[in-house]
């Protein structure tokens, strides 16, 4: 069965994704989600990258997972790896270029909309996700990403078609740009599907992983 090593996103922790462990636990998988050291200054992507791969209890049979900011994390995990790669509403990086300047490079703008992260997460769930938030490195901002270029590893990428913070329109347009000829698999849930729709995003991803 398949590891999935899933980098969670920025100023997030690796709870936010423990229903999507529960489902493809139950279906003989397993899922590392650790916390990143997203707050520590003295670390880069790279070492992010590290503590993903350093969690797994095995390096065989790995899918690496990327949600929102981890989009630029689990590729440099994944290139470690040779490992297939599922982004999921995630930033798509490019050689060199550094997080704070990826927002510009990619043309985003703020939808406008309010709570674009937990719109559809149910309430108890949100709340505590919100007590688990963390500062991020602001020293990993400026970083430049580190690859000359992302994995030639079997990719899939999961679009969420009511995110309000990556929305429907600005992540079909970066991965066109960015990953062509991969058509987005679509899941009807938020910029935080793994708590509104767990269940349905851990089949996504065993379906991805299965090909």
Known sequence: MTTFAIAHGGGDVGWSWHLVA????????????PDLPIEDDDTTLSDWATALVEALPSTEDVVVVGHSFGGLVAPIAAARLNAPLIYVTAMLPAAGETPGDWWTNTGYEDSGLEDQFFHDVPPDLAAEAQNRERGMSEAAMGTPWPLDALPQVPTHFVLCTEDRFFTPTFMRK??????????????AAGHC???????????LLIACAAG
């Open 22 to 33: 529960n489902e493809l636990q139950a279906q003989g998988h397993t899922a590392v989600a």
């Open 174 to 187: 970066v991965v066109a740009d960015r990953l062509p000829g991969i058509t987005p698999v679509e899941l």
């Open 193 to 203: 599907a793994s708590l509104s729709k767990p269940k349905e995003l851990a089949a």
